[in-house]
């Protein structure tokens, strides 16, 4: 069936460095796009969205940048720090709306190195 | 603002009987809630869509008579795991969102151990 997929399961960087988070989604009614933090043992934590009538959208440190050519969802977050080490996951709603549960990718774990 | 919070945190309970786990939006209305399900080093899958004032919905392979969900009011929302087995141990997970918004928060989570 459709589903939002993660191609690397696993980042590690080294601490001030930049790191790239990769997301491939297969359904092409899906018209928002989530990135969500979760540490161990906590529910996830709202990074940024993006709506899909956008390619770009900028946060603090964070940035989303969607290519709907190629169904690909990619989260940047620049100049790492340890309080960034997680697991990332992107989420899809393809009805849009609110009213609908989210649709998650596998997740990567970001392990930022001293 | 948009605080979301569950209750329990954690909990542990004997094989057959059953628990309750709280979500409450703390400072806005939720006419829609959502559970989810997540297993250890696993993504989070989506249980139901609790709706207030009415039915809940569920998704395909989760049993309704099992999982049982009630959304008395705009700020709470409870999932009740009946007669939990061991298999139903996981990591349990609300969310809300506010109205005309689409972006949804996320509880802190229930840890239930089925023993």
């Known amino acids: 069936g459709e589903s939002v997929g993660l191609h690397l399961p696993t980042l590690s960087v080294q601490e001030g460095d930049n790191s790239i988070i990769n997301c491939a989604y297969s359904n092409s009614a899906s018209d928002y796009f989530i990135w969500y933090k979760q540490e161990s043992g906590k529910g996830p934590q709202f990074i940024i969205d993006i709506r899909s009538n956008m390619d770009k959208r900028q946060g603090q440190r964070v940035t989303v940048l969607l290519n709907k050519t190629v169904k690909h969802l990619s989260l940047q977050i620049a100049a790492t720090q340890p309080g960034d080490s997680a697991v990332y996951f992107c989420a899809e709603n393809a009805r849009g709306g609110g009213a609908d549960g989210l649709t998650f990718g596998k997740g990567t774990h970001l392990i930022i190195q001293p | 603002g948009a605080v979301v919070s569950q209750h329990p945190s954690r909990v542990i309970c004997k094989s057959g009987t059953s628990v309750k786990i709280e979500c409450r939006s703390l400072?806005?209305?939720?006419?829609?809630m959502f559970w989810y399900r997540q297993f250890p080093k696993q993504s989070l899958m989506l249980m139901a869509t609790s709706n207030e004032g009415s039915k809940a919905t569920y998704e395909q392979g989760v049993e309704k008579d099992k999982f049982l969900i009630n959304h008395a009011s705009l700020t709470l929302s409870t999932l009740t795991v009946t007669s939990a087995h061991p298999e139903d141990s996981s990591f349990y997970i609300c969310?809300?969102?506010?109205?005309?918004?689409?972006?949804?928060?996320f509880g802190p989570g229930t840890r239930l151990l089925v023993l």
């Open positions: 969310s809300a969102g506010q109205a005309r918004q689409e972006t949804q928060y």
């Open positions: 400072d806005f209305q939720a006419t829609t």
